[in-house]
């Protein structure tokens, strides 16, 4: 057993001998810094030490004198306070780095995953943390990242399929109800019948008409089949018959297809941006600008409603109006993009929006 334990003991110095004279080098070479601070408390320890050791060793032996024990008490005291001192010193600066790291992860334990530990150069070890911390960081941002687009994904793919069933078979259904009724209706001779028959059909038109529209809210085949702009225009143009705002949409530099992964995180804020108009802005009118400049899309969506205070919807965004701003600015972030939203109260809302484009692959 004790052989055992001297071989793993020359085992663990053999290992270290590279890294010591890694810092016996870098420290000949006044790179200090390369130390570990467990080597420089340890090596400011042993000089202290030894120049106490020496120097009261020559005080003993030049004299015998007892008149010289305060002296020597003294000088005992006085060591022991500059040790002290220049140990809490050290100690200071040398976890300068450890105290960095601790706020930066009580801020990104609060929620602020774009924080990172600074590298300072202080200490190798609290770098080597510091570094691992920002890896480890990095590494669940993009995990949430993926997760998040995942989610997303599968809601549009259980949206495209919902629309599409309501469309086809739903829709399908009401259309042929529709013309039996009117079938019947022509067949009929008396007025009251003929009556009930036509608000029976005017039902079944209402219901149509809003199976249609939601449709449309879930997920338009504009969107697949043309493209982001002609589908836009195709949701304005409902939406203003909906909530009678007037919206106008303006295009630049719109050239090619984007990826649809692109085209969807934008169609859905700009949607989103337009529910939070109806729902809350009172606004009577709206203008949504899309620019493209350098494969960057430059969205700006403004209103002249009532505005809200941003400053109290950030101490609680729980509210409607809160949780659609958070939406977009999730799938925003999603694609690395920008979002900027400024309100005030009486003078309207201006949300604008920056992203990359990524052009989608020829079919």
Request: hydrophobic share 45%.
């Amino acid at each position: 057993m004790i052989k055992q334990s001297s071989a793993n003991v020359e085992e663990i110095l053999e290992d270290a001998k590279p890294q010591v004279w890694v810092w016996i080098n870098a420290a000949s070479h006044g790179d200090f810094l390369a130390v570990p601070v467990l080597y420089r408390v340890l090596i400011a320890n042993c000089i202290f030490i030894l120049a106490g050791a020496f120097l009261g060793t020559a005080l003993v032996t030049q004299t015998r004198d007892p008149n010289l024990a305060p002296v020597l008490v003294g000088f005992t005291v006085t060591g022991l306070f500059l040790s002290i001192i220049v140990n809490f010193v050290l100690l200071k600066i040398a976890f300068l780095p450890l105290t960095r790291l601790r706020d930066t992860m009580r801020l990104v334990e609060k929620g602020n995953m774009n924080l990172r530990a600074p590298i300072t150069g202080y200490d190798p070890d609290a770098d080597e943390l510091a570094a691992t911390f920002n890896h480890m960081i990095n590494k669940v941002d993009e995990l949430s990242r993926s997760r998040a687009a995942q989610i997303l994904q599968a809601q549009e793919e259980e949206r495209k399929r919902i629309a599409r069933e309501l469309h086809d078979e739903t829709g399908q259904a009401l259309s042929s109800l529709l013309i039996s009724l009117a079938m019947i209706e022509n067949v009929m001779t008396e007025e009251p019948q003929r009556a009930q028959m036509a608000e029976a059909r005017n039902i079944a038109h209402g219901v149509l008409r809003a199976i249609r529209n939601m449709s449309i809210d879930l997920r338009p085949s504009a969107l697949d089949d043309l493209g982001l702009i002609p589908a836009l225009r195709q949701y304005i143009r409902e939406y203003q018959q909906k909530t009678g705002i007037s919206v106008e949409l303006a295009a630049h530099g719109v050239k090619d297809r984007y990826s649809s992964e692109i085209e969807t995180a934008l169609y859905r804020i700009v949607q989103e941006a337009l529910t939070n108009v109806m729902k809350h802005a009172h606004a009577a009118k709206v203008a949504v600008t899309f620019k493209e400049e350098q494969n960057t899309a430059n969205i700006t969506i403004q209103d002249n409603g009532q505005g809200f205070d941003l400053s109290a919807l950030n101490r609680s965004p729980t509210q409607d109006r809160g949780l659609g701003i958070i939406g977009m600015r999730e799938r925003i972030a999603l694609i690395n993009g920008d979002f900027f939203i400024e309100s005030h109260s009486g003078k309207g809302t201006t949300i604008k929006i920056t992203a990359p484009l990524y052009i989608a692959a020829a079919v």
